[in-house]
């Protein structure tokens, strides 16, 4: 089996691909990137020459470019994890998110349709379901759950998932969503919350949370998502979407105070800072159906994955003082020649 997994070089599409050539070592990976601020090749230095593994530079909005290697490769199965994911990036400039994110996967999806492929798998997000309100700990968001896209980022994912639902029915592509929770674990850009305050914390900087710290997200260890997505290309059914989370919610402050006490740190570093714009206050989701037809639980209970993660960014200080640095743009173009 050929698998082609777009945004590899990025947190998820990283951990996945190494997943992937760990429990299936008779697939092929290429993975597609275009290396924008978020996708780091040195990531992917571990399996760089590995015989089941090739990287391809291309931008996924490259008609002709993305056409050429499905001549060249004949996939069997494509998973779309690249995207603009930074929701404050989206709040700054909606532009690029929706060329990506709606645009890019439009374009897979075509190629996807003339090319025969029997899966295309998006990787979608909690998000497009908008917010839950806090006093309300009985809500979940079901696959039923309408719409209601809260950011620019939201609204594009959910316009991916829409065009991908629409592209099973109109062509009968055979196309599966996974719409996951929050991820922590290693190899995450430090932009995001969890990396972010872990390297802060480390350089003794100040941990900015937003508005009164009170936002709930469901988090999942990486790893188990990776899992999820292994499992419906497996056995999952086309034209279904799946809902990925570990019951695991969380506020953000009190994921902040754990990073302090794990780094032995002061919560003296912790400073509020305004709200972000719209921002969702509760996401919290029923993996029922998962459970129910794939057999998926998550496997790492969060007081363990943060530990491991802590200790993984601890211990590779090194990679995120590249990214830190910008020094990873370099290594970018020179690995890709
Ligand atoms: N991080 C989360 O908590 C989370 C949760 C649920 C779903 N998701 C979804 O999972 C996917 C991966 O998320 P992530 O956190 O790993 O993101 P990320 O920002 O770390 O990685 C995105 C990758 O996509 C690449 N990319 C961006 N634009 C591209 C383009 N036009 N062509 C080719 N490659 C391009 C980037 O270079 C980067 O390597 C996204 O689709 C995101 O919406 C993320």
Redo the contacts with the bound molecule.
């Keep these: 089996m050929t698998i082609l997994v777009?945004?590899?070089?990025?947190?998820?599409?990283?951990?996945f691909i190494f997943y992937m050539l760990r429990e299936h070592p008779d697939d092929r990976m290429i993975c597609?990137?275009?290396?924008?601020?978020?996708?780091?090749l040195s990531t992917l230095k571990p399996v760089l020459n590995h015989p089941a593994f090739r990287f391809v530079r291309?931008?996924?909005?490259?008609r002709d470019g993305v056409y050429r290697l499905f001549k060249e490769e004949k996939p069997d199965i494509v998973v779309?994890?690249?995207?603009?994911?930074?929701v404050d990036r989206s709040i700054e400039d909606p532009s690029?998110f929706l060329?990506?994110?709606i645009i890019?996967a439009g374009v897979l999806m075509d190629a996807c349709r003339d090319y025969g492929i029997k899966r295309f798998h998006q990787?979608?997000?909690?998000?497009v379901y908008g917010d839950l309100p806090l006093d309300r700990p009985d809500l979940f968001f079901t696959e039923q759950t309408p719409l209601r896209a809260s950011s620019p980022?939201s609204a594009s994912?959910a316009s991916a998932d829409m065009l991908a639902m629409a592209y099973h029915r109109t062509f009968k592509l055979p196309v599966t969503i996974?719409?996951?929770?929050?991820?922590?674990g290693p190899?995450?850009?430090p932009e995001?919350l969890i990396p972010l305050m872990i390297t802060n914390a480390l350089a003794a900087k100040p941990l900015p949370v937003y508005g009164d710290g009170l936002n709930v997200r469901d988090w999942?260890y990486?790893e188990d998502?990776c899992r999820a997505i292994d499992l419906i290309l497996q056995n999952g059914r086309d034209g279904e979407v799946y809902n990925v989370g570990g019951h695991n919610e969380m506020n953000n402050i009190t994921i902040v105070r754990l990073i302090c006490r794990e780094l032995g740190k002061p919560e003296s570093l912790i400073t509020y800072v305004t709200d972000r714009k719209g921002h969702d206050r509760r996401y919290a989701i029923d993996p029922a159906k998962i459970h129910k037809e794939l057999g998926w639980l998550p496997a790492t209970r969060f007081e363990e994955g943060i530990r491991k993660t802590v200790r993984w960014y601890v211990d590779n200080r090194q990679w995120w003082e590249h990214i830190l640095s910008g020094g990873y743009l370099n290594d970018n173009d020179t690995l890709c020649q």
């Design positions: 777009t945004g590899g070089a990025g947190f998820i599409g990283a951990n597609v990137d275009k290396l924008t601020y978020a996708g780091c291309l931008d996924i909005c490259d779309n994890f690249a995207a603009e994911s930074h690029v060329r990506t994110n890019g990787v979608g997000t909690d998000e980022y994912k996974s719409r996951c929770s929050n991820n922590y190899y995450q850009f995001k999942l990486v998502h």
